[in-house]
């Protein structure tokens, strides 16, 4: 079994910064790629930045140049860097990832989300 577990979300004024933490757990043998992604209320779910285990990265229109993902795979671990934050950029945010544990078993895991609310 393994879990992902966000972290770093909070409350923060128009042009603030936060840096959000997705940590992996269990029995994990590889991550592959390890994907945040956004759900605004009354709004679809979508995909704000990619990073593969190499560390290719990819990014929605609306955050380039804001927004950085990272990870450290000694740690399982990635992070998502955003700056000048917009009142738009209110949501939950989710970290996904492909994990195959040591019984070469494949899992799309899910993080429970963090909140991030930008408002003067």
């Known amino acids: 079994q393994v879990q992902l577990v966000e972290s770093g979300g909070g409350l923060v004024q128009p042009g603030g910064s936060l840096t959000l933490s997705c940590a992996a757990s269990g029995s994990i043998f590889s991550i592959s790629d390890m994907v945040w992604h956004r759900q605004a209320p009354g709004k679809e779910r979508e995909k704000v930045a990619g990073i593969s285990r190499g560390g290719s990265t990819n990014y929605a229109d609306s955050v380039k140049g804001r927004f950085t993902i990272s990870r450290d795979n000694a740690k399982n671990t990635a992070y998502l860097q955003m700056n000048s934050l917009k009142p738009e950029d209110t949501a939950v945010y989710y970290c996904?990832?492909?994990?195959?544990?040591?019984?070469?078993?494949?899992?799309?895991?899910w993080g429970q989300g963090t909140q991030v609310s930008v408002s003067s």
């Open positions: 996904n990832a492909r994990i195959r544990t040591w019984d070469m078993k494949d899992y799309d895991s």
